[in-house]
């Protein structure tokens, strides 16, 4: 049974930072494009990060780049979002999916992932 456990979320003030684990089990991360999606109240699904497993290759949304990084340990079959100078427009809810293949990062969008994780709040306060 293929799981996704995103874990890391809570409450931070602006300019904290946090690390979100989006733990998986029934395959392997690095045959699969992994990423962070984000949603905040009233808005639709956003890509923040997202991770190309057979080369490492990643892409990230224009408001968190510089701030943002994705990462994976193949061996732990989890991939990390290391989220530093948080803002309060970084406040929602976190979700990890996958996507078999390689496919091209920019156009994955979240209701195009084949697995969607349960997800973890984060919220930013001045």
């Known amino acids: 049974e293929v799981q996704l456990q995103a874990s890391g979320g809570g409450s931070v003030q602006v300019g904290g930072s946090l690390t979100l684990s989006c733990a998986a089990s029934g395959f392997a991360v690095g045959d699969y494009a992994i990423g962070w999606f984000r949603q905040a109240p009233g808005k639709e699904h956003e890509g923040a990060a997202l991770l190309r497993g057979g080369d490492g290759a990643t892409h990230y949304a224009d408001s968190v780049k510089g701030r943002f990084t994705i990462s994976s340990d193949n061996s732990k079959n989890t991939v990390y979002l290391q989220m530093n100078s948080l803002k309060p427009e970084d406040t929602a809810v976190y979700y990890c999916?996958?996507?078999?293949?390689?496919?091209?990062?920019?156009?994955?969008?979240?209701?195009?992932?084949?697995?969607r994780g349960k997800g973890t709040q984060v919220t930013v306060s001045s």
């Open positions: 999916a996958a996507i078999r293949g390689s496919p091209y990062l920019p156009a994955l969008y979240y209701n195009r992932m084949d697995y």
